[in-house]
């Protein structure tokens, strides 16, 4: 199995009962099982991790070592203005997606734009759960592609 981490930034804790009209009615614990049952399909091992402080993400990510392949990140707000976080993903140099529930791009303006995509593979907005699904898909593809096995 390819290990990988998944990373979900501030307030996503809270997720089944924050704001549910926009986030949904699921929580993360069922986010991350759904994630680690379409990841073992994929020959992927998900390790999660969730914070709300960006110094812990940051260490988090620095500490991926050699045996982690890649990242699924949903950073939340630190999406908008962390170059911090951005830094971090960009030194580690391993194949990341970002996603998001909400579609950013048709919400509030600064919500318009992430300072993470650019170091990214791409980005998965808009398809509540199923962004998460659809962006893992795409990583395990990217590293499929890459010959990237757990040897
Ligand atoms: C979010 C979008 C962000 O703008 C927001 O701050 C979040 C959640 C999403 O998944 O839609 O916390 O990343």
């Not at 390819?2 to 501030?10: S, T």
């Not at 890649?70 to 203005?81: E, M, Q």
């Not at 650019?118 to 990583?139: I, T």
């Amino acid at each position: 199995m390819v290990k990988i981490l998944v990373v979900n930034g501030p307030n996503l804790n809270l997720l089944g009962t924050r704001e549910p009209e926009i986030y949904g009615s699921m929580g993360l614990d069922e986010i991350n099982r759904q994630v680690d049952g379409l990841a073992g399909r994929l020959g992927l091992e998900p390790e999660f991790f969730q914070s709300n402080h960006e110094g812990e993400i940051i260490d988090r990510i620095q500490g991926c070592g050699s045996e982690c392949k890649g990242i699924l990140i949903n950073p939340g707000a630190f999406t908008h203005y962390s170059y911090a976080i951005r830094d971090a993903i960009a030194s580690i140099g391993l194949p990341c997606v970002e996603v998001h529930l909400s579609n950013i791009h048709a919400r509030e303006e600064f919500r318009k734009q992430s300072v993470i995509a650019p170091v990214c593979l791409g980005q998965v907005s808009g398809f509540g759960r199923q962004s998460y699904l659809l962006g893992l898909r795409a990583l395990a593809d990217k590293l499929n592609s890459r010959g990237i096995s757990d040897e």
